[in-house]
């Protein structure tokens, strides 16, 4: 049985730029999934849907970051505890050759689903900053200052950025190293020396790869990282740059609500419902489309994952280390 009305994802909300005052209608959910919409027969004015249209854009937009950050995250910490996998990188094999291949299998697709979905994560973070406050605010420049040094000063974040670019379209696995028969220990690793420099990375980061492998060899290492510790350091970096994009968006959202929170307090409903001729552009089937109207409690609970966030960062950093740094 197909739906009468489209809920959208938060993120959608911008199509309403496109929408006729008299084709849209309040709207009530309750806050189960499952609850059934009720539409009145009220339109917006233009003030109310100015405000609603507003701060919708500026929630949309975090929940779709948030939902690209939360991806990445739910990969590394599938790989991490599926594994045990700790940064040393090393895990603990089965017994039966067949099972082994699936395990090491398994978390060369996981890794691969990391490097894809963290890479999505920040481009996507990085347009929206640019798009939102433009390409010489602070906060842009915050964002691109952070994002390089981090580039130049971590191997580990500049090998799986660049990665991503090449393993949609050539063939690359992560290694399995050390393998013990006998104890069924063994190693996941990304190993230098193995299929890597047939990607045609960056010239600076083969230079880069090159001379830390050289640095390893005087050392009587080999040219392993260490997945674990591939994964651990992705893991925080991705979150700082969450904290960063997230602080900039509950400023943003904050402000918002004080300017419009007259018209958001008078909306009564919780859906903006479009119907008509624009609408069905974005449906195959020409069925009514439901947005989610931001509650002016939204900066606060933007306030509250920041500080957790932050408190979480505080676990990684030494006591001097600043918000805006990247943990190495």
């Not at 854009?57 to 970051?65: A, E, L, N």
């Not at 039966?96 to 299998?105: G, I, K, T």
Request: overall charge neutral.
């Amino acid at each position: 049985m197909s739906e009468h009305i489209v809920i959208t994802n938060h993120w959608r909300f911008n199509e309403l730029g496109k929408a006729n005052l008299s084709d849209l209608r309040f709207g009530f959910m309750g806050s189960r999934p499952m609850d059934t919409i009720v539409v009145t027969d009220i339109i917006p004015n233009q003030e109310q849907f100015e405000a609603v249209f507003e701060i919708g854009k500026i929630c949309g937009k975090y929940h779709q970051v948030k939902w690209l950050y939360s991806s990445a995250r739910e990969n590394i910490d599938s790989l991490m505890e599926a594994y045990n996998l700790r940064e040393d990188g090393l895990i603990s094999m089965p017994s039966n050759p067949v099972d082994c291949y699936r395990y090491f299998n398994r978390a060369d697709a996981l890794f691969h689903a990391i490097i894809a979905s963290a890479k999505c994560f920040i481009d996507k973070a990085e347009l929206l900053l640019k798009s939102r406050f433009g390409e010489s605010s602070e906060s842009f420049s915050r964002w691109k200052s952070i994002t390089s040094k981090s580039y130049d000063s971590s191997l580990v974040y500049a090998l799986l950025y660049d990665l991503r670019n090449h393993v949609e379209h050539d063939f690359w696995t992560i290694s399995l190293v050390n393998h013990n028969v006998t104890t069924r220990e063994a190693g996941l690793a990304i190993n230098i020396d193995n299929d890597l420099f047939g990607l045609k990375l960056k010239k600076p980061l083969r230079t880069r790869l090159c001379e830390w492998s050289e640095k390893r060899a005087k050392s009587g290492e080999t040219a392993w990282l260490s997945l674990g510790k591939c994964a651990s350091t992705y893991r925080e970096m991705l979150t700082v740059l969450y904290v960063i994009f997230l602080s900039d968006y509950t400023d943003s959202a904050t402000q918002c609500v004080e300017r419009c929170r007259k018209e958001l307090d008078a909306i009564p409903g919780n859906l903006l419902i479009w119907d008509g001729k624009e609408a069905c552009a974005y449906s195959a089937t020409g069925q009514r489309r439901a947005y989610h109207i931001a509650e002016t409690s939204f900066p606060s609970s933007l306030k509250k994952e920041l500080d957790l966030l932050e408190d979480y960062l505080k676990t990684f950093m030494r006591p001097d280390e600043k918000r805006n740094h990247i943990v190495k």
